[in-house]
């Protein structure tokens, strides 16, 4: 089946730790994207990237970091200067014109 | 910056009875989409629309895109169970692939 898996679908952080969030897709696109969502909310841009080895910062980048060395693989590391990192983290790639989602990493913060 | 404005946030009907959201946006859009999310789970993609004053159906559900591509909406004719959910709106500015998302209207039905 194609499609976009991330994993894993809950994640629990301690203050002051670092999480990596795990976005693979075997849909062969070039864009991929990582977005947060807040409860009653819509979707903030995080960091994007266009294809392998390039990215760029989207409207809340500060306090995460990824990195794009695959062209499979857009994985989202969530730092401890990410002050209030309880949210879904939902992973997306571009088609030919619309987003592909996965089905999210809800990450609280305990 | 570059926004879409999205309304109601949350609509609340009968099952049986209409609902319809809207967007508006800052700026005229080249094109614009809708995605809907269940409860829990991810957006899913419904429709692209492209044209001025463009209409395009699907069963219940009706789309317009506005004649200066600035709004948008999304009416769902006799509302059902499965229905359920919150449907958003993103737009795309010029050739910039990147999408400006409304907040989304939550869809409810009353028991």
């Known amino acids: 089946d194609g499609g976009i898996t991330q994993s894993p679908k809950y994640l629990f952080r301690k203050e002051g730790q670092n999480v990596t969030l795990s976005c693979e897709q075997n849909?062969?696109?070039?864009?991929m994207y990582w977005y947060r969502q807040d409860p009653g909310q819509g979707l903030r841009l995080i960091y994007y990237?266009?294809?392998?080895?390039?990215?760029q910062k989207g409207d809340i980048a500060e306090g995460y970091s990824v990195s794009r060395e695959k062209k499979e693989s857009f994985p989202l590391t969530v730092t401890s200067a990410q002050k209030n990192p309880t949210a879904f983290y939902l992973c997306?790639?571009?088609?030919?014109?619309?987003?592909?989602f996965g089905q999210g990493t809800r990450l609280t913060v305990v | 910056g570059q926004q879409v404005m999205q309304i109601p946030q949350y609509q609340h009907v009968q099952e049986g009875e209409d609902f319809t959201t809207y967007c508006n946006s800052s700026?005229?859009?080249?094109?614009i989409q809708w995605y809907k999310q269940r409860p829990g789970g991810h957006p899913v993609f419904l429709i692209q629309?492209?044209?001025s004053g463009e209409v395009k159906k699907q069963k219940r559900l009706t789309f317009q895109f506005g004649e200066a591509k600035k709004n948008s909406s999304l009416h769902i004719t006799a509302t059902q169970t499965t229905d359920v959910g919150t449907y958003f709106c993103?737009?795309?500015?010029?050739?910039?692939?990147?999408?400006?998302w409304g907040a989304g209207t939550k869809l409810i039905i009353k028991p």
């Open positions: 997306a790639s571009r088609g030919i014109y619309e987003a592909f």
């Open positions: 849909l062969n696109h070039d864009a």
């Open positions: 990237s266009q294809i392998v080895n390039d990215f």
């Open positions: 700026t005229t859009l080249s094109n």
């Open positions: 629309l492209v044209k």
């Open positions: 993103a737009g795309r500015v010029g050739s910039n692939y990147q999408l400006i």
